[in-house]
């Protein structure tokens, strides 16, 4: 089970930061997160292994930075510099023996 939080309303240049924690008996190999705007797809904003190697989206490198505390299970999203094309349903993902888990998502909202 993942359980997103940290989601809500922000000016444009603001920061928020994501926090979504694996709960159960797996350890994951792979942490991320995805978003979804209104009358978009879902599309990958980043991700992170085990061993900490990272890979953005091109429209968030710079801006944002994942991170995870294997220890705890859990992966950040440290975003700053927030822009109103930011504005989404954060959802969190983690890959597990090629078996695919998603969170219930947090919105993030960005306006002025």
């Known amino acids: 089970q993942l359980q997103a939080s940290g989601g809500g309303l922000v000016q444009p240049g603001g920061s928020l930061r994501l926090s979504c924690v694996a709960s159960g008996r797996y350890r994951p190999d792979g942490l991320g997160w995805y978003r979804q705007a209104p009358g978009k797809q879902r599309e990958l904003v980043a991700d992170?292994?085990?061993?900490?190697?990272?890979n953005y989206a091109d429209s968030v490198k710079g801006r944002f930075t994942i991170s995870r505390d294997n220890a705890k299970n859990t992966v950040y999203l440290q975003m700053s510099s927030l822009k109103l094309e930011d504005t989404a349903v954060y959802y969190c993902?983690?890959?597990?023996?090629?078996?695919?888990?998603w969170g219930q998502g947090t919105l993030v909202t960005v306006s002025s």
């Open positions: 993902h983690a890959l597990s023996a090629r078996i695919h888990y």
């Open positions: 992170i292994t085990r061993g900490g190697f990272t």
